[in-house]
């Protein structure tokens, strides 16, 4: 389930309160006064058995005696009575229910959704502090405040924390359009709630404070989804081993890794803050002002002192300072004091009036290139604070282009002398903070938006040719292993594993005993300089730390001495290790190659991830590494790599030369690849990967299976973004006997739009996107490449050299996942070759593998092809009731597709 009924939980006409109570202290009670002293204009019935009335209301005894099924129900019982009331409930016609009820046992939780299932009755909770949509007056909780009407919505899993967020919010008068205290989130989860928002007209932004995430790959598709219609701010608890574990005991779930949840947050394109006070700062600023395009900002302060700070908390974010043009320069120098700045922070001297305020922005304002401004204030004795306030609000008034003005965010320092400013900010829709600190943090909440948002936008570079592996080779050796009852594979068997997937490895044989580690050691050193020997035991996970690690041995004889003394080592240290032999393999010289850090680990939360870093004997003191999300392309490898200290060593510095960071991406693209195609893989180490300016070599691994998943083909199910179904590709021919390949659209398939659009005719654009359009921007583009596999899909059809598009057929899925509304488009000038047929029939099947109900659409009046082929595909076909040009089509799955269908008798009209 996600939506379903969701609007009877959050929009309801009727309320039922289970539970009511007039007894003082009680959660009852609380729950009682608050909904009816909300102002709720729909209906509230309350029931109680034991009392016929409450504040002059009457009590119902039960469910049944109710006069009419109530949209919403609060429960606040007993637990053990919470499955009963749940069947109760949904019998009656209540279609959500919100459990106020705290301790119910797992068994108790699932036989309350075992009673609910049958009507799809959703459920709220338990174990939360109940709901408020201040719109309707309707205030569902027994919390200590009454939230007033905004336009944040506020979702939290902790009912205590609502409470004070609540209070904290009143004093600064930040309202809201919904706010849920979600609890255990049995059913409804956040992930829900999230696809609800998205489309709520009445949000404009969504905050978030989490302590689990009960279903990765539906938060991960509601998350991108939200994020790219508005703002959503998130703060999760457990950054920490110690507050993950109290947040484990906390909602009895997993808390997850902080650095996956980071990377899931930053894949999502969210907006993660740390601290609370941080939510609703970040809020006030991304729905007060637009987004930047950098990350340079311009300050106009009457206070050196106040401008130094706002420049260091600049510089620690990682943003700088913009640079002040010479036309603004001289028209400061013709208003400002002769020993103002001339710089940036534009100091305008301590004494300054409102008239200095106004005259300076207006200079800057008419001719900025910054992304944004900063505007200080330090109250004096010799200029009114609140008059300041009332000069930067009329010079942005004024301000010349107001389509080209940067940000404005003010910081007026103090509290009693600049009460008055800052109320004047907030009413004229202007962000105010009350430090340096919080207003540079309020810029950065810009820049990690605009962020996020071309993260969830980005077209990767186009690759020339497909990723070649051989996963089957790969899967052979994880089956041999399975089969010898091992889950550890050999460090020959891993690099066998990794040179599956085109991961550069160092050649390395077997030796049995020391002996013929000299024998192997002698052939070897014929042709390279040195070898190295290692020590080879499935017990030693880390060989250095028995010694059993050598480099650089020149000679057969030395090899073999190492080997002995590995042997004696290992014994000494580690008797219980059963040694499997040596491994022996030629000594790689690369001077200067950085050693890298590689690999695989499985998140409880997230499911399969990808590290990558600092590597070497020290990578655990080092501590330089980041984590990535799976499935990975070139940009966001390089993404990854960028957000370690060591990416700037590998872009070369003074005598070093650029590391080839195309090879590095392309190891990181390749090991995302085995994560999607071979489930069993849980841990993954490669150090070190060598990497220099010719390439990069792995010279070590090592690899964990899961030996009952061998057999598993991918796509990995545990990745919690879905990723791209290559099973889906198809090779047929036109009815002319071209051969088209017709597969599902990637986000490096933009740069095929501009040659197709251009061949498409104005009535074909009109048919297919319902009215005439010109334009085809990138991020309009982006909308059809961008795709999330969980819940959309699009086939196109490409030309047998794969260079031309030749149509596309879509749908998007509601977020139940039971109805696809979908669109096809034909290249003009092929209509009549049977494309159109072939991308609907794919696209139905698809459809019903995924087990979608149906597919929908609207298609044009005087479209008669369009409306031909659906007959022919036995949609069904009704006249818009709101408008008379459009026709409702509709296509119950699973369908029965015509297989005599002749192509030519349909394909004529696709678009």
């Known amino acids: ?31 009682t006064e608050n909904i009816l002293a909300g102002g709720f204009a729909g209906e509230v019935y309350l029931v109680n058995p034991h009392q016929a009335t409450i504040a002059g209301i009457r009590c119902f005894a039960n469910i049944a005696g109710l006069p009419e099924a109530p949209e919403l129900a609060v429960i606040a019982t007993p637990p053990a009575t919470v499955p009963t009331l749940s069947g109760e409930l949904g019998a009656k016609g209540t279609r959500a229910a919100v459990v106020i009820t705290a301790g119910l046992s797992a068994d108790l939780k699932q036989a309350a959704l075992d009673a609910a299932r049958p009507y799809c009755l959703r459920i709220i909770g338990p174990n939360c502090l109940g709901i408020a949509v201040p719109g309707l007056g309707l ?15 506020f979702l939290s899993q902790s009912g205590a924390l609502v409470t004070g967020i609540l209070d904290w919010a009143a004093a600064r008068d930040i309202g809201f359009s919904y706010v849920v205290s979600m609890g255990d989130m049995a059913d409804v989860d956040v992930g829900d709630l999230l696809d609800f928002l998205a489309a709520d007209i009445a949000t404009g932004s969504i905050l978030l404070y989490l302590e689990t995430i009960p279903a990765a790959r539906k938060f991960m ?42 990377a899931a947050f930053r894949r999502a394109g969210l907006v993660r803050v740390d601290e609370l006070e941080e939510l609703f700062a970040a809020a006030e600023t991304l729905t007060s002002l637009k987004s930047v395009a950098g990350n340079e900002l311009l300050i106009v302060t009457n206070g050196g002192g106040a401008g130094v700070l706002a420049v260091d908390d600049l510089m620690r974010s990682g943003g700088r300072l913009a640079p002040l043009a010479e036309s603004i320069v001289a028209k400061l120098d013709k208003v400002l004091p002769a020993n103002w700045s001339r710089g940036n922070p534009i100091d305008i001297i301590g004494d300054a009036k409102p008239e200095r305020y106004e005259a300076a922005l207006d200079a800057v304002l008419a001719d900025c290139t910054a992304d944004a401004i900063l505007v200080m204030n330090c109250p004096t004795a010799l200029a009114s604070s609140s008059d300041a306030a009332q000069a930067v609000i009329d010079a942005i008034a004024r301000a010349p282009r107001p389509e080209r003005l940067p940000p404005v965010l003010t910081n007026w320092l103090g509290e009693d002398a600049v009460s008055g400013g800052r109320r ?43 990723l070649r592996v051989a996963d089957e080779a790969a899967r052979t050796i994880m089956r041999a292993a399975a089969s010898a009852g091992r889950s550890l594979l050999s460090e020959p068997e891993a690099k066998a594993v990794l040179s599956a997937f085109g991961i550069p490895t160092v050649a390395t044989r077997v030796a049995a005993s020391p002996e013929e580690v000299e024998d192997i050691a002698a ?81 409880p939360l997230f499911g399969p991830m990808i590290l990558f870093g600092a590597g070497g004997t020290a990578t655990e003191i080092i501590r330089d590494t980041a984590v990535a999300l799976p499935p990975l392309d070139a940009e966001l490898a390089r993404d990854l790599m960028g957000q370690t200290r060591i990416f700037k060593l590998l872009e070369g510095y003074r005598d070093q030369p650029p590391s080839d960071l195309s090879a590095i991406a392309e ?15 849980k841990e993954l180490d490669i150090n070190p990967l060598l990497a220099n300016e010719a390439g990069v070599i792995a010279l070590d691994a090592r690899i964990r299976i899961e030996p009952r998943e061998v057999e598993m083909e991918g796509p990995n199910p545990r990745l919690a973004i879905r990723p791209y179904p290559d099973q889906w590709e198809r090779w047929t021919e036109t009815s002319d006997g071209d051969r088209i390949l017709i597969r599902p659209i990637r986000p490096a398939d933009e740069h095929l739009y501009g040659a197709f659009i251009e061949k498409l005719s104005p009535e074909d654009i009109r048919f297919r996107f319902l009215s005439p359009r010109k334009e085809f921007s990138h991020k309009f583009i982006a909308r059809f490449t961008q795709i999330d596999y969980s819940r959309a899909m699009a086939f196109m059809a490409l030309d047998k050299e794969q260079k031309e598009l030749l149509g596309v057929v879509r749908f998007a899925a509601d977020p139940d996942y039971l109805t696809g509304e979908y669109a096809i488009i034909v290249r003009s000038d092929l209509t009549g070759t049977g494309i159109g047929w072939a991308l609907m029939r794919h696209l139905i ?53 015509k297989e005599e269908a002749d192509p030519e008798a349909v394909s004529a009209q696709d678009r």
Not at 2 to 22: C, F, K, M, Y
Not at 139 to 153: D, E, Q, V
Not at 237 to 250: C, I, N, P, V
Request: contains cysteine; proline residues 6%; charged residues 25%.
């Open 424 to 466: 004047k900010f907030r009413e004229a829709g202007i962000p105010t903070y009350e430090s340096p600190t919080d207003a540079v943090k309020g810029f950065f909440y810009l820049w990690q938006y605009t962020k996020a948002q071309e993260g969830l936008m980005h077209a990767p570079p186009l690759e020339t040719e497909r």
């Open 523 to 603: 052939t070897l050193l014929e042709q390279t300089p040195s070898v190295v020997v290692k020590i080879l035991s499935d017990d030693i996970s880390h060989k250095s730390e028995v010694g059993g690690v050598r480099l650089g041995l020149h000679s057969p004889q030395e090899a073999r001495r190492a080997a002995e003394r590995m042997q004696q080592r290992a014994g000494e240290l580690r008797p219980e290790a059963r040694l499997k032999g040596f491994t022996v393999q030629p000594m790689i010289m690369r001077p200067k190659a950085h050693e890298l850090l590689m690999g695989i680990f499985d998140d």
């Open 139 to 153: 205030n569902a909780n027994f919390g200590i405040n009454r939230p007033s009407p905004g336009k944040l919505a």
């Open 221 to 262: 598709s509601a998350a991108r989804s939200a994020a790219r219609a508005k703002p959503v701010i998130v703060i999760k608890s457990g950054r920490h081993k110690e507050s993950a574990r109290a947040a484990a005991t906390h909602t009895g779930a997993l808390a997850g890794s902080d650095a996956a949840v980071g």
């Open 667 to 681: 190891a990181l693209v390749r090991l995302s690849q085995l994560v999607v195609d071979c489930p069993a893989v």
């Open 845 to 897: 099947a698809y459809a019903e593998k995924e087990g979608l109900r149906q597919l929908v659409g609207d298609v044009l009046t005087n479209n008669q092809r369009m409306l031909d082929m659906c007959r022919a595909l036995d949609f069904q076909i009704s006249p818009d009731p709101e408008d008379s040009s459009i026709q409702k089509v509709r296509l119950k799955l699973p369908a029965d597709l």
């Open 1 to 31: 389930m996600t939506i379903r009924n969701l609007d009877h939980a959050l929009r309801p006409r009727s309320v039922a309160v289970i539970g009511a109570s007039a007894e003082p202290g009680s959660v009852g009670s609380k729950l």
